[in-house]
């Protein structure tokens, strides 16, 4: 029987401690070493105790999250979710802490409705950190900008690329966009995340690769080559379809698909029926198994497909499932899919 995941949470809120302790009383394989309510105490309680997971507020009295954050990467890297309301300003600090190398981050809430706990979907977010390794990443600057005679070009010609990821999207992401030129066809993504997350993410992005314009996906866009959208965190589904002026988007209310608002696999089946043989799907790192059939119906529609490989990704879930079902034309390390996505053919 595997050992028990020891879980340190740091919160300078008394309630919030109590919800995510509270919601993890159901789970016998995640054992809570400790309750710190600020990184003062959290430091002791680290070397005492030893925690496999680090559940950590953003925002705390004497030093923040993300101080705290940078001082456990580079002396004692553990895994790291960090805890954020739901602000455009904690938005930015968390995409931060993502490219730092926190596993993930999760919506703060201080109230919860009858019979619910806001932190139930928490434990499953903790399980998975306990299971990777931290990666010390740092705040890295701009890619170096090349030289239109220096760029790479599109072996074939796409109508449409569509990607797919979830946690450890944020940076996989930047790494795929930044191999592409500003001549690329249009790219729609799907990458799960909170409302404010994914327009602080699109902003940061557009601000980095000059050669894409980047941007949160809005209702009925047409889309044009060199343009990136993605799809907005909240309570709509991000689509396309094919009218008079070409590739739009559409953005759709609807209940969650496995679990999630945005889904994958709604974006991917949508381009597998627009698009089709002329479109390009990716599929990232993430948990669970959103995007894994939409890929399957990608490829059977004739697209050319591409899962990221195990060794390269934070979580192997989405991949892996799609690699199973045979959905993947190309099982790609992520440093290699900018490459194999511009040398790939159409059918």
């Not at 394989?29 to 309750?35: C, P």
């Not at 990666?135 to 796409?158: C, D, I, Y």
């Not at 930044?178 to 001549?183: D, I, L, Q, R, T």
Request: proline share 7%; with cysteine; hydrophobic share 45%.
């Amino acid at each position: 029987m595997a050992s028990p995941v020891k879980v340190l949470i740091v919160d300078d809120s008394r309630t919030v401690r109590a919800m995510i302790r509270h919601a993890f009383q159901s789970h016998p394989d995640l054992v809570i070493t400790g309750e710190a309510a600020n990184p003062i105490e959290a430091r002791d309680m680290i070397i005492q105790d030893q925690p496999d997971v680090i559940t950590l507020d953003i925002e705390m009295p004497n030093i923040n999250g993300l101080q705290f954050l940078e001082k456990i990467m580079r002396l004692r890297p553990i895994p790291v979710v960090m805890v954020s309301s739901l602000t455009e300003r904690n938005a930015e600090i968390a995409l931060t802490a993502l490219q730092m190398g926190a596993f993930d981050c999760y919506p703060k809430a201080t109230a919860t409705v009858p019979g619910t706990n806001a932190y139930a979907g928490l434990a499953g977010i903790v399980r998975q950190a306990a299971r990777s390794k931290p990666v010390v990443r740092g705040v890295t600057s701009a890619p170096e900008t090349l030289a239109p005679s220096e760029r790479k070009n599109w072996a074939q010609s796409h109508d449409l690329i569509a990607i797919g990821s979830s946690t450890g999207g944020v940076e996989a992401i930047e790494e795929v966009l930044s191999g592409f030129p500003a001549n690329s066809p249009p790219i729609v993504i799907c990458q799960h995340m909170p409302a404010f997350f994914t327009a602080s993410f699109a902003n940061r992005l557009d601000k980095k690769l000059a050669s894409l314009s980047i941007a949160e996906a809005q209702d009925r866009e047409v889309l044009k080559p060199g343009t990136v959208r993605i799809a907005p965190g909240g309570t709509r589904h991000l689509t396309v379809t094919r009218g008079d002026q070409g590739l739009t988007t559409r953005l759709l209310p609807g209940p969650p698909l496995n679990g999630h608002v945005p889904s994958v696999d709604m974006l991917f089946d949508s381009v597998a029926e627009q698009v089709g043989p002329r479109s390009l799907g990716i599929i990232l790192t993430g948990m669970g198994q959103d995007g894994a059939e939409g890929l399957l119906a990608l490829k059977k529609s004739g697209a050319w497909t591409i899962a990221q490989d195990k060794a390269s990704c934070v979580v192997y879930g989405m991949p892996r499932v799609a690699a199973e079902l045979g959905a993947a034309s190309q099982v790609v390390a992520l440093t290699q899919i900018s490459a194999a996505a511009m040398n790939a053919r159409t059918r």
